[in-house]
């Protein structure tokens, strides 16, 4: 869906991007991360044509970007940004609609859009009257987000736009965003410096430094032996760990494990879901100071999950 081939952007003597080749297939969400002018948003901004490049060439649907107007490129692609830049005088219903009235949609289709876009962010219809203003910073990105989807178009690009909010609201932006492109499946061009963000959102993780790609790996792979350099200085020691948040238990095939066959002290309460990742499972193990949890099936069937089913589950997605 989107080809990046030698491509190459400088600012006077300083180059931003230095012979970048990427490609992202269709339906991927691609994360780029690196340190502050290592080329992330320059990149990102290449695919729009809002930065052009000095050599090279961006395709993307199989076609040069420099092949379509501007503006039509820019109607086919959804721009998320942080900081959101909604229209303040707008309404939010107002807002999400821009586009999709620009290529003429009917009113009637822009509202079967708007209304499934704000139930897929977790927005009430009651927001749709509300001018950004009223919102707080994580509704604002939201609506960011179902303005950026409201045309459909099959690719996202959004530039750190969760960087804003604090820690919690992030989160819940997080988890948002991927039931969204769970079910949409857009090509998703995203930039952050956060590493447990790419982890978590990332098909794909582009680690960049000086205007080059330095590593493009799947999230898990990373989790193996890395050679000393940038990639793991970056990452760090402790990615393997924040590796883990990105799996829920349900990963670790809990409906092929024998019962349970220790005594519960404290009951079905005590137990764990197939929803909690795997982060929180280890967590729960040093609190508990226990080698073995026990987890509660929708089929009410009771089993345990083991340290070393972990460590087994990792060394796995890192192969």
Known sequence: MIQL???SKSY??????????????????????????????TLLKTINRMVAVDGGEVVVDGKRNTDYAPEVLRRQIGYCI????????FTVRENIAVVPRLLGWKEREIDGRIRRLLDMSGLPSSYLGKKPGQLSGGESQRVGVCRALAADPPVLLM??????????????????FNQIQEELKKT?????????EAILLADRVVVMNQG????????????????????????G??????LLKRY????????????????????????????????????EMMRRNEQALPFLLQDNRVVQVEYMDIVHHLHAVSK
């Open 5 to 7: 081939k030698q491509v």
């Open 12 to 41: 006077g003597s300083q180059r931003a991007l230095a012979g970048i080749d990427l490609e992202i297939p269709q339906g991927e969400c691609a994360v780029l991360i690196g340190p502050s002018g290592c080329g992330k948003s």
């Open 82 to 89: 942080q900081g959101v830049g909604l229209f303040p005088h």
């Open 159 to 176: 530039d750190e736009p969760f960087g804003a909010v604090d820690p919690l609201t992030r989160e819940k932006l997080q988890l948002a």
């Open 188 to 196: 998703v061009v995203f930039v952050t410096h956060d590493v447990e």
């Open 212 to 235: 080059r790609i330095v590593s493009n790996k799947a999230p898990g792979k990373f989790a193996g032996l890395l050679e000393e350099g940038f990639v793991k200085s970056f990452l």
């Open 237 to 242: 020691n402790e990615y393997p760990l924040r």
């Open 248 to 283: 829920s238990a349900k990963a670790l095939h809990l409906e092929d494990k024998p019962p349970w066959t220790n005594p519960l002290q404290g009951g079905a309460g005590e137990c764990l879901t197939q929803e909690t990742n795997l982060k929180e499972v280890l967590s």
